[in-house]
């Protein structure tokens, strides 16, 4: 009973925060302050994790949360990745405590995180792949598509699963794996490496995994991005011939504005080179995570813009010049 009592006052609880979040989000807007996007992107990214958190106290139907999250990458590019899913939170979370210790990042070389960020195709393709390898070698009785699908989805090898890691919560409404008093703790893909493992490597593989992303991210921001299966597949539209024109959400460059300062460069969390380096035109890379950082810190009037379509939502200014006020 009162464990009931307090599911339902949290469940309050997330609706009032998601309340106050979006609020505030227009009030950031309108009040002209969304330049500090990365003010606005925490807030947001925040509410994000509590609706995550809030879908999981119902059943549902994860295979519909993959479609929508999928379908939304058409229009809105890796807008997930930039603002809403919950693991690029908390890696960022993590970069706030390094500045907070000012300690400095480390850069991956350009070559190797061009590689890496190929390399996240392959995995994808494992991913995928892989249940259908296991149907094969070991074929159903039936060839009806709807069990075969059931098969591929959610039997052995979980891809539904491996794909919408990044988005369980550190809380989560279920048995987690991790039980302190009345509260299931979790991380992402922690429970899906303890599915795959058993005995003692249940527990130093997942630990293993925690480790390594929070150590990764301390020093590389936004280190899982780099290999995410996730973040490939919602990149892997635009790669298609007849999908340019996708995601309609994207950036725009004004060669002529652009000084080659290099602080786009410096100031994106996953080292995407081609703002500095394209002549212009639309940002034509799916390694973008549209998280607007370099909009946000270009300090040239137009020369970075947020199009939708042809409509410009948001664009760079020129912050070296002081304000009226100053
Ligand atoms: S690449 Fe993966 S972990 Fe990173 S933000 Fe996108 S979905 Fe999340
Ligand atoms: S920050 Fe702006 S001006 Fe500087 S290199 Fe990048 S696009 Fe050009
Ligand atoms: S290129 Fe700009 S918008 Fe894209 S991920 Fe880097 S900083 Fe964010």
Redesign the pocket.
């Known amino acids: 009973m009162v464990i009931e009592i307090l599911g339902e006052a949290l469940k309050l609880m997330v609706l009032a925060g998601l309340t106050i979040a979006g609020i505030l989000v227009i009030l950031i807007w309108k009040k002209g302050l969304a330049t500090r996007v990365t003010y606005l992107r925490f807030v947001i990214q925040a509410a994000a994790l509590a609706t995550f958190f809030y879908i999981f106290t119902y059943p549902i139907w994860l295979l519909i949360m993959l479609i929508v999250i999928l379908a939304m990458s058409i229009v809105f590019g890796?807008f997930f990745c930039?603002w809403l899913c919950p693991f690029g939170l908390y890696m960022d979370l993590i970069t706030v405590a390094r500045k907070a210790l000012k300690i400095r990042h480390r850069d991956l070389p350009d070559r190797l995180n061009k590689f890496l960020h190929n390399l996240r195709y392959v995995l994808l393709l494992v991913f995928l792949l892989l249940p259908a390898v296991l149907l094969l070698m070991d074929p159903l009785p039936s060839v009806q598509l709807g069990i075969v699908l059931a098969e591929v989805l959610g039997g052995p090898f979980k891809p539904m699963n491996i794909l919408l890691g990044p988005i369980i919560p550190l809380i989560v409404p279920w048995a987690g794996p991790l039980v302190i008093g009345d509260v299931n703790f979790s991380y992402p893909y922690v429970q899906d490496i303890i599915g795959y493992t058993n005995g003692i490597y249940a527990t130093i593989f997942p630990l293993i995994f925690v480790v390594l992303t929070v150590v990764g991210s301390f020093a590389i921001r936004r280190v899982w991005c780099r290999f995410c299966p996730t973040g490939a597949s919602l990149a892997v539209v635009n790669r298609f011939k007849g999908f340019k024109w996708a995601p309609a959400l994207h950036?725009e460059k004004d060669e002529e504005k652009c000084t080659k300062c290099g602080i786009?460069k410096r100031?994106?969390?996953?080292?995407?080179t081609?703002?500095y380096e394209q002549k212009g035109g639309k940002?034509d890379?799916s390694?973008?995570?549209?998280?607007?950082?370099?909009?946000e810190m270009c300090p040239y009037e137009g020369c970075?813009k947020l199009k939708i379509g042809g409509k410009t939502i948001f664009k760079s200014r020129n912050w070296l010049k002081p304000s009226d006020s100053d």
Do not use: A, K, P, Y
């Open positions: 890796r930039g950036l786009c100031v994106c969390s996953v080292q995407v081609d703002v940002i890379t390694m973008c995570m549209l998280c607007l950082r370099c909009v970075l």
